[in-house]
């Protein structure tokens, strides 16, 4: 689904994104992708979101070739994947069924559509009895929750978590984790970037590390009894 082959990235002033970055991710699978600070990950996302172009190497989305888009493509691109940021990101004069709607809305969808979908996913992620509420009304881990649901609910190829629990406590970031879980198992590709090493111990998952630009590691977690328990 996604391939990365060779891909390097360089800027202007001498930093190095990352550089010889080749890595393949299948339909469905759970990613997470790990480092430090400064490590690439920005800029890895960058380049699969089609922010930025590899200074070299090639980036595949399908059979499409992403260092080839043109930029009228790049919205209809675009709308295949679906970002949670760590910040949450909504909009404070919204309800949360305005917020999940106005993600339809941008995406050209009906309002029979917006009707039917927002309260599904709302459902899914727990928050259907704060339909109504805005964000300040809610908890952090509320909060990411809405945000999901809005990632989510144009259905998307992939979901792109952007350390969506660095600003949690333990108990949410667990909810957070679940969700997730349940949303892969529904079939959507997820890739998460984290520096939690506890969200990783918990997560029977693919893990790529990346350090200085260059992956180190790329582990496929294989022992089920890793996924039970809590965070």
């Not at 994104?17 to 469905?28: A, E, F, N, Q, W």
């Not at 999940?100 to 309002?111: H, L, P, Y």
Request: charged fraction near 25%.
């Amino acid at each position: 689904m996604i391939y990365l082959d060779k891909v390097s990235k360089r800027y202007k002033q001498g930093d190095v994104g990352v550089t010889d970055v080749s890595l393949s991710i299948s339909r469905g699978e759970f990613v997470s992708i790990v480092g430090r600070s400064g490590a690439g990950k920005t800029s890895l996302l960058k380049i699969l979101l089609a922010e930025e172009k590899p200074t070299s190497g090639k980036v595949f989305f399908d059979s499409i070739d992403m260092t080839k888009i043109k930029s009228r493509e790049l919205n209809l691109f675009r709308r295949r994947i679906g970002v949670v940021f760590q910040d949450f990101r909504l909009l404070p004069n919204k309800t949360v069924f305005e917020n999940v709607a106005f993600a339809m809305e941008a995406a050209g969808k009906t309002n029979k559509d917006i009707k039917q979908d927002v309260p599904y996913v709302l459902q899914l992620v727990g928050l259907s009895e704060k339909a109504n509420r805005f964000p300040t009304d809610l908890s952090g881990g509320q909060q990411q929750r809405v945000a999901i649901a809005r990632a989510i609910v144009n259905q998307p190829d992939v979901i792109i978590a952007d350390e969506p629990t660095g600003n949690l406590d333990r108990a949410n970031t667990q909810e957070i984790i679940d969700i997730l879980r349940k949303i892969n198992e529904l079939g959507t590709t997820v890739l998460l970037t984290t520096h939690d090493e506890q969200v990783l111990s918990h997560l029977d998952k693919r893990i790529i590390t990346i350090e200085n630009g260059k992956i180190v590691s790329d582990e496929e977690k294989l022992t089920p009894s890793d996924s039970v328990g809590t965070l």
